[in-house]
């Protein structure tokens, strides 16, 4: 059964590539679609630069990595520059979220990860057994699969699940105790099963935000014991005009946004309201807190069956075994795709402080995807960058990067209100301004009734 309709998709469209290539190298995160530090506005609250670099990791701890936060311009925001030479392929920085929540359709549907760090919770097989609708038998290589289920563990009071006892416990710490439903959970009038089933009404797949990421912020101030800190992390990232946001909510929530936006603020109200938050449960706080959201969620995808093929690729076999086993893999995408369409992976979104910063080009010198199978952002060169140089992400994938600069342009306008000045836009600027026939060709498809449109867009299998 395909769930469709809803606003035209805002910010993170986390999208399963149904090819194995794709899907296996990286692409199956949104990686990069959102407004990042364009016009954002000084805040009299805004984060220290120590903070900004604070939920960077490494395997020793927090790390700063060779960037550093300059302000560009009013037109730009800030910008991340690079201290000292990047060779191309070598991770910038690695970031955590200050939040990250899943989405609610992607949930429901059975797409099963970890509630605080979106770690893929079913075993590579398991998932392509689900995705593709059939059981294909036992996985080759099944070393290759990184899930360890014996890890896993249960909130005993509302059965949310867990890759591990630190990320229940790092949930616990910052957010679930003002969340955990208990005995709750499957009470449709309890507050919080409210407000979700109402965002799930009126924000469909392909989704790209979730009301959840907003009530994690609000819990996470809640039982902060510095609250103001938090609440500075949050105010720093990109802040709109009253008419860019109205215009951001318009497209999360579609053409009756103003009372479907009211009805979220009260149900919102009812389940969580913070006296410290207080304007953010006003009218004009609700909406800048949706726009923040809107503006600033980066795409999250997960996959165990992307990782076990990406372990195969690089595994040293004959050359007999390496074309059976492409073959196999090969096969298993076809059906996957038959049986489930695009939607591969557990999908979310989250809020990086650092990342946050990237601004975008046509001709990205880096990219961000999820490698480790959970929320852990890397951010990796796509070429050698020379110190004092911005690093710049892109909002658009790469099929939409080839596209004309017009079409390009109608893509970052609609989707992200701003006009790109990239290298390869200012290049082509005397181009025709005319539509690339990718796009005339999405429109007829998006023109056709919503009864015709491919079942395939989310299975329920």
């Known amino acids: 059964m395909r769930v469709g309709g809803g606003a035209r998709p805002l910010g993170p469209r986390v999208r399963g590539v149904g090819s194995r290539a794709a899907h296996a190298q990286g692409e199956l995160p949104g990686a990069g679609l959102s407004v990042r530090g364009r016009c954002q506005r000084p805040s009299k609250m805004a984060a220290s630069m120590c903070d900004m670099f604070s939920f960077c990791v490494g395997a020793a701890g927090p790390v700063r990595g060779p960037v550093e936060v300059r302000f560009v311009s009013s ?15 070598e991770t910038i920085f690695v970031e955590r979220p200050l939040v990250a929540s899943q989405f609610l359709w992607n949930a429901l549907y059975r797409y099963r990860a970890c509630d605080h760090c979106l770690r893929a919770l079913e075993t ?24 360890r289920k014996e890890l896993h563990q249960l909130c005993p009071h509302c059965q949310v699940a867990y890759c591990s006892a630190e990320c229940r416990q790092a949930a616990l710490e910052q957010y679930h105790r003002a969340l955990c439903l208990g005995p709750s959970q499957n009470d449709p009038a309890h507050p919080l099963n409210k407000l979700q089933e ?26 902060a014991k510095d609250k103001e800190r938090w609440i500075k992390l949050f105010s720093q990232f990109c802040n709109k005009t009253a008419n860019e946001e109205e215009e951001i909510v318009h497209k999360l929530l579609g053409d009756k946004f103003k009372g479907q936006l009211e009805l979220l603020r009260r149900l919102f109200t009812e389940a969580l309201y913070e006296e410290q938050l207080s304007r953010w449960f006003t009218p004009d706080g609700f909406r800048s807190l949706f726009a923040l959201v809107g503006t600033n969620g980066q795409g999250i995808g997960t996959s165990s069956l992307s990782q076990w093929v990406h372990g195969c690729d690089a595994l ?29 992976n557990c999908e979310g979104s989250g809020l990086f402080v650092l990342q946050s910063c990237c601004n975008h080009s046509c001709v990205p010198n880096a990219e961000t995807s999820f490698p480790e199978n959970n929320f852990l952002l890397h951010v990796t060169a796509l070429e050698d960058i020379k110190p004092g140089e911005e690093i710049c992400i892109s909002y658009l994938d790469c099929c939409q990067r080839e596209r004309s600069r017009y079409s390009r342009h109608k893509i970052l306008r609609e989707n992200y209100l701003f006009v790109c000045s990239c290298p390869k836009c200012l290049a082509e600027a005397e181009d025709p301004s005319v539509t690339s026939d990718e796009e005339e060709e999405e429109e007829e498809e998006e023109g056709e009734p919503e009864d015709a449109e491919l079942e395939d867009e989310m299975t329920d299998v």
């Open 124 to 147: 590579a097989e398991e998932n392509a057994q689900r995705l593709s609708g059939r059981t294909c038998g036992a996985l080759p290589h099944p070393e290759q699969c990184s899930i």
């Open 75 to 89: 037109a730009k925001g800030k910008g991340l520059f690079a201290t000292r030479p990047v060779q191309k392929g």
């Open 198 to 223: 109402a965002w799930r009404s009126v924000h469909y797949p392909p989704e790209t935000a979730s009301i959840m990421l907003m009530a994690r912020m609000v819990a996470t101030v809640k039982q």
């Open 316 to 344: 040293d076999l004959k050359p007999q075994e390496r074309e059976q086993l492409d073959a196999f893999i090969d096969q298993l995408y076809k059906d996957i795709e038959r049986a489930s369409g695009e939607f591969l």
